[in-house]
């Protein structure tokens, strides 16, 4: 959602300044995908909804969650997030701050969406061709969607690639009805 994307912009770009300052970039980077996942859990999202449930207390049931991880900076930011009733940006959150620190530390990062399993070779080939055409290291990560029927979807930072067999059905729809 677009709407929570601007909203988690401030938040991204106030935790990736605090990270480069203190050199935590992959300690923050780490912390909220983890938070991202507590966040999306259906049993905590079913906490988080719940109206009855004491801002003070949501906000002490995910520093305890997150005990381990989070130091007293990161425990800050769960309660400016839950004060803010923000706790839903946290996954936008964190793909910014991911392409932040894609962007500072000179790497694009490359998310492959397919219906199957890639295999290590096919992604130390697409690695390869995306290094030469970028003219930058890359970040590959995969992504299952079961609903492509073949082929995949490149996401290189914010533009898409459409290798699917979804994509190529399409524009065989679109040039069909040009006839």
């Not at 000179?106 to 397919?114: F, L």
């Not at 533009?159 to 006839?179: F, H, T």
């Amino acid at each position: 959602m677009a709407e929570l994307a601007t909203l988690a912009r401030p938040y991204a770009k106030a935790v990736f300044e605090l990270a480069v300052k203190k050199d935590t970039l992959e300690a923050w980077s780490n912390n909220l995908i983890f938070l991202a996942t507590v966040i999306k859990d259906p049993t905590m999202a079913k906490v988080i909804a719940n109206p009855e449930i004491a801002e003070k207390n949501l906000v002490n049931i995910l520093i305890d969650i997150c005990s381990e991880r989070f130091d007293d900076l990161g425990n800050n930011l769960i309660k400016v997030l839950v004060e803010n009733n923000r706790l839903l940006v946290v996954s936008d959150l964190s793909i910014q701050f991911e392409q932040m620190k894609a962007v500072h530390q000179g790497y694009a990062q490359v998310e492959i969406i397919s219906p199957y399993p890639v295999e290590p070779s096919q992604l130390q080939q697409v690695e390869t061709i995306l290094r030469k055409r970028l003219g930058e290291a890359v970040d590959i990560s995969t992504t299952i969607d079961k609903t492509l029927l073949g082929g995949w979807l490149v996401r290189v930072d914010k533009e898409v690639i459409d290798l699917s067999v979804n994509g190529y059905l399409r524009q065989l729809a679109a040039e069909l009805r040009r006839l």
